[in-house]
């Protein structure tokens, strides 16, 4: 493993390769909330010398240093991303993404970026819908009495982020939504956790109210978790209106799945890898 870190607006990120720094694909792993990029290491270890694997802290997790006041907001997340990417040494060809839950979320901001065509060549979303299309799913259930339960019951999942926005209680649903978690959930640090406060007040409420439509011209791999206790499997309905090149994977797995299963999570991957060359 070699590292560099990365500065970018307000944010110093550490940047890990692991692999094979002369294989012909390069892999981008982005991971979520409360973790950082060690929830990876099962999956890196699988991937082994297969591909050039590159992983980072986001912005006010694991290593990075984000300075007081610092941008959260997924617009800069996604800018994080791409300078990742332009600091890799040496890379050529586009990059394949593989994200899990807040990971993912950002990383669909960076797929509705025009740069994102030059710079991705496959992405593999797990446990992470796009705040975009969570808007236009709720607006179309809104309408219609009859899909009302599974908003409902999206909204009971979604407990937390409701949570995070409360002035007193909000310090107090990181620790709660650790124990909660279940399903082989790493065991995040205190300090990752406390992120999750900015993260979703920053976020959620802002562009699930309003925001651009959602795009991705990226060849995309959806992985639905059945047994996710935060995302409804049916949130999936949609996706193929703007995803044109679109691949839904039901798994026998809870949230975590990249961590549990990383065999599993690796051969999927591998897959996009292999039809892209």
């Known amino acids: 493993m070699t590292g560099w870190t990365v500065r970018t607006s307000g944010a ?121 299309h969570l808007r236009q799913v709720a607006q179309a259930r809104l309408v219609r009495p009859r899909r009302w339960p599974s908003l409902v019951g999206q909204l009971a999942r979604s407990w937390y982020v409701f949570g995070f926005h409360l002035p007193v209680l909000g310090r107090r649903v990181p620790g709660l939504l650790a124990r909660l978690s279940g399903n082989g959930a790493p065991t995040p640090s205190t300090a990752d956790q406390q992120r999750g406060i900015a993260l979703y007040r920053a976020n959620v409420l802002r562009r699930v109210l309003r925001g651009p439509d959602p795009r991705c011209a990226v060849p995309t791999t959806v992985v639905v978790p059945t047994h996710d206790r935060m995302l409804s499997p049916n949130l999936t309905g949609g996706l193929d209106r703007w995803i044109p090149e679109l691949c839904v994977v039901h798994v026998d797995a809870g949230h975590w799945w990249p961590h549990t299963h990383p065999a599993d999570a690796a051969r999927v991957l591998m897959e996009k890898v292999r039809d892209a060359k």
């Open 12 to 132: 110093e990120l550490p940047v890990f390769e692991y692999g094979n720094p002369s294989a012909r694909s390069t892999v981008l792993l982005v991971h979520g909330y409360p973790d950082n990029h060690h929830v990876f290491d099962r999956l890196i270890a699988e991937l082994g010398d297969t591909v050039r694997t590159i992983a980072y802290d986001t912005r006010g997790s694991g290593a990075s240093v984000l300075e007081p006041a610092a941008d959260v907001a997924i617009e800069q997340l996604a800018r994080d991303a791409f300078a990742v990417v332009e600091s890799i040494p040496g890379l050529t060809g586009k990059v394949h993404v593989f994200a899990h839950d807040w990971g993912s979320v950002q990383m669909w901001e960076a797929m509705a970026s025009p740069r994102a065509a030059t710079a991705f060549a496959s992405y593999t979303s797990v446990s992470g819908p796009s705040l975009d």
